[in-house]
């Protein structure tokens, strides 16, 4: 895993300022940037302003194919690395259980599993 999240922190298409998700950064980190931004920005005689999205749900609804064509062809993953990661997010299926009732099993179509332990 080192050596894959080595790899796309190394590809052109990386984003330097992303904050979500890798160790030594968080939402504080990207706060006290942003700040830093804006507060040139203004101290330079511009007028800042702020866009903010809410793009949590994002890993919900993303296409599991889109995902890995664009691991593929963006950061240059492919072989057993991509076969690796293709394994962990298709064929996985979702149920809701409530006491001793459950739904049907149905399959997970969109979205990525993630774990905090699997943080860049």
């Given at each position: 895993?080192?050596?894959?999240?080595?790899?796309?922190?190394?590809?052109?298409?990386?984003?330097?300022?992303?904050?979500?998700?890798?160790?030594?950064?968080s939402?504080?980190?990207?706060?006290?940037?942003?700040?830093?931004?804006?507060?040139?920005?203004?101290?330079?005689?511009?007028?800042?302003?702020?866009?903010?999205?809410?793009?949590?749900?994002?890993?919900?609804?993303?296409?599991?194919?889109?995902?890995?064509?664009?691991?593929?062809?963006?950061?240059?993953?492919?072989?057993?690395?991509l076969?690796?990661?293709?394994?962990?997010?298709?064929?996985?299926?979702?149920?809701?259980?409530?006491?001793?009732?459950?739904?049907?099993?149905?399959?997970?179509?969109?979205?990525?599993?993630?774990?905090?332990?699997?943080?860049?």
């Open positions: 895993m080192t050596r894959l999240v080595e790899h796309v922190k190394k590809s052109p298409n990386y984003n330097r300022f992303q904050s979500a998700y890798r160790r030594g950064h939402t504080e980190t990207e706060l006290l940037r942003l700040l830093n931004d804006m507060y040139g920005a203004a101290n330079d005689g511009f007028r800042p302003v702020l866009l903010q999205l809410d793009v949590s749900a994002a890993f919900d609804t993303i296409d599991i194919s889109t995902l890995l064509c664009r691991l593929r062809y963006s950061f240059g993953i492919s072989g057993p690395a076969n690796w990661i293709a394994l962990y997010v298709l064929g996985r299926t979702q149920f809701v259980r409530v006491g001793q009732e459950q739904s049907p099993t149905a399959d997970c179509e969109y979205g990525v599993p993630l774990s905090h332990r699997d943080q860049f």
